[in-house]
C-alpha cells in the first residue's frame, strides 16, 4: 500500500492562483506551482498532465465557486431585487477571494482555453452557457419591469460589478466592503431610473 499524498490537488490549485495573481498566467508553469507548494516538479503531474490541465483546473475551480453565488442571487425575486443581489454579490465575492477574482475577470483566454483538452473546452463551453442562460433569463424578467433595453440591464448587471472591483483587483487589493453598497445602490438607481 502507497502512502498519502502529500500535497492535494487543491495544494496545487491554490498554489497556482497566487502566482497568477503576482505574476500572471506566465508564471503559472509546472515547476513553479511545485516549488510554491513545496513538492517535488514530478508530483504535480500525478494530479494534471500538464499546464493546460492546470490551468483549466484553477479555471473551473474559480468559476464553480463564483457561480454558485452569483446564480442562486439571480434566482430569487423579484427579479430586481435578484438584479442588485447578483451585482453586489460579484463584488462581495471578489472581497473574498481577490486573488481568484482577478483570475476570474481575466477569463478563460488568458487561461489559453484554446490549448486545454477537448473536454476542457466543453465544460468551458457549458460553464459559459449556463451563466449566459441565466443572465438571459433576468433580463427577460426585468425589461417589462423597468422599462430599460437589454444594453441597460446588461450595464447594471455585468459591466457595473465588473468595472467596481477590477481597479481594485488590478492593484492586488481586495475591494473594500463600502463598494457592495455602492454597486447595489448604483443598480438600483439603474433599474429604477
Not at 11 to 25: T, W
Not at 97 to 117: H, M, Q
Request: hydrophobic content about 45%; aromatic content about 6%; some cysteine.
Amino acid at each position: 500500500m502507497g502512502r498519502p499524498p502529500r500535497h492535494t490537488a487543491d495544494d496545487f490549485l491554490d498554489a497556482a492562483v497566487r502566482i497568477f495573481a503576482a505574476e500572471g498566467v506566465t508564471g503559472v508553469t509546472m515547476s513553479a506551482v511545485a516549488r510554491e507548494v513545496g513538492a517535488p516538479s514530478g508530483s504535480i503531474y500525478h494530479r494534471f498532465p500538464g499546464r493546460p490541465a492546470l490551468l483549466a483546473a484553477v479555471w473551473f475551480r474559480t468559476l464553480t465557486r463564483f457561480q454558485q453565488g452569483y446564480l442562486e442571487a439571480l434566482e430569487q425575486e423579484p427579479a430586481t431585487e435578484a438584479a442588485v443581489e447578483a451585482a453586489a454579490q460579484v463584488v462581495r465575492w471578489c472581497h473574498a477571494y481577490p486573488a481568484e477574482g482577478k483570475l476570474l475577470y481575466s477569463g478563460d483566454r488568458a487561461l489559453g482555453v484554446d490549448d486545454w483538452s477537448a473536454e476542457d473546452r466543453a465544460r468551458a463551453a457549458d460553464a459559459n452557457h449556463r451563466l449566459d442562460a441565466a443572465i438571459t433569463k433576468v433580463v427577460r424578467r426585468l425589461r417589462p419591469l423597468t422599462g430599460r433595453s437589454t444594453d441597460e440591464l446588461m450595464l447594471a448587471l455585468v459591466d457595473l460589478p465588473y468595472a467596481a472591483v477590477r481597479r481594485h483587483l488590478d492593484r492586488g487589493q481586495a475591494p473594500p466592503p463600502r463598494t457592495v453598497d455602492l454597486v447595489a445602490r448604483t443598480t438600483r438607481t439603474l433599474l429604477s431610473g
